[in-house]
């Protein structure tokens, strides 16, 4: 596919265009290969800068401090309801720097378990935090007041689903979160923040919720914090 591209000359006004295999467009690299591995790790160096900013210029303040500052500056996700999410070990690469960053950011030993660190830092699963977020895109999409984006979505989610990426990633999500293909066209689908976050913990075992409100409670005596709710988790 590549050879033939290249070999593939395109001229405008007798000059040659240069041949490029990825290039930037409004931030977001876009592939000749429609794959999104190269925008990902793009956004995973840029998320670990921020990271790292973060704990360098505000690591003496408490950690609820810390995790807002992550949220408001580690968090945009920039152009992330474009990346295929069934490409699930390119977004699993992202993924671990997110755990590791929290883990930093809470002060954890790196060898918390996974379903851990969001229920401590109060924040979705990445990959959960993507679905939502290409979730409300694609409807966005499918109801928008322009004409010609409804008619492409439509396209791309009921004509060629299997082969378009909004229509790959309607079915993770419908296929994830229980959701059917009519209800989710339809717009009749929940997308609001706490019906994620119900997924996420229902998801876990009840013993492994009171072990995260323990640890919870650890963190406050270690940072002076105990004015924080230990409910918080099982009101969200």
């Not at 295999?21 to 790790?41: A, F, K, Q, T």
């Not at 580690?74 to 929290?102: H, N, Q």
């Not at 009921?158 to 293909?181: A, H």
């Not at 919720?209 to 709710?229: G, K, P, Q, W």
């Amino acid at each position: 596919m590549h050879a033939s591209m290249i070999s593939c000359k395109s001229y405008i006004g007798g000059k040659l265009i240069d041949y490029s295999p990825s290039y930037s467009h409004l931030g977001h690299i876009i592939c000749c290969d429609n794959v999104c591995r190269e925008d990902i790790l793009n956004r995973r160096n840029i998320f670990i800068g921020q990271v790292n900013n973060i704990i360098c210029s505000f690591d003496k303040l408490s950690w609820p401090v810390r995790i807002k500052l992550f949220k408001s500056y580690c968090t945009s996700l920039y152009g992330c309801e474009l990346w295929c999410l069934d490409e699930y070990d390119d977004i699993e690469l992202f993924s671990v720097a997110w755990r590791k960053s929290l883990r930093r950011i809470l002060r954890l030993p790196p060898g918390t378990h996974n379903f851990l660190v969001p229920l401590l830092s109060d924040t979705l699963p990445l990959y959960d935090e993507i679905c939502k977020r290409s979730a409300r895109f694609i409807l966005s999409c499918l109801f928008s007041t322009s004409p010609l984006v409804r008619s492409i979505a439509r396209h791309g989610t009921l004509g060629r689903n299997n082969l378009s990426i909004i229509g790959r990633n309607m079915l993770v999500c419908c296929e994830r979160f229980s959701w059917t293909v009519d209800d989710f066209v339809l717009g009749k689908v929940p997308l609001q923040h706490v019906n994620f976050w119900r997924f996420f913990v229902n998801s876990v075992q009840p013993s492994q919720l009171r072990v995260a409100l323990f640890i919870l409670e650890l963190i406050s005596v270690r940072d002076n914090s105990l004015h924080l709710s230990n409910n918080m988790l099982l009101n969200k």
